[in-house]
């Protein structure tokens, strides 16, 4: 499971994350709603998209798609096209926030 919190060049590599779908072919990547059609670029094969609010199970893994005070851009011209968030990740009895 990739976790994605927003779509900045520096925060998502575009290198490494196809290097990790090309590595992991059944991996799953998690994005903020707007940037499905950017990791299947990537090469990702199976992209869920996340709005604010939005939670789901990966087995005994519960990931929550949180707001963060940010934004989106991977342009001069898409600013806020894509949303932007964080992510609670919750199981084994612990509880993870990356923002």
Known sequence: LV???HNHWDHADRKTLGALARQNPRAVIAVP???AVWAEQLGYHDVREYTWGDSALYGSIR???LPARHWSQCTPFNKNHALWGSWMVEGMGLTLYHG
């Open 3 to 5: 976790l994605i919190t």
């Open 33 to 35: 709603k707007g940037d």
């Open 63 to 65: 990931a929550t798609f």
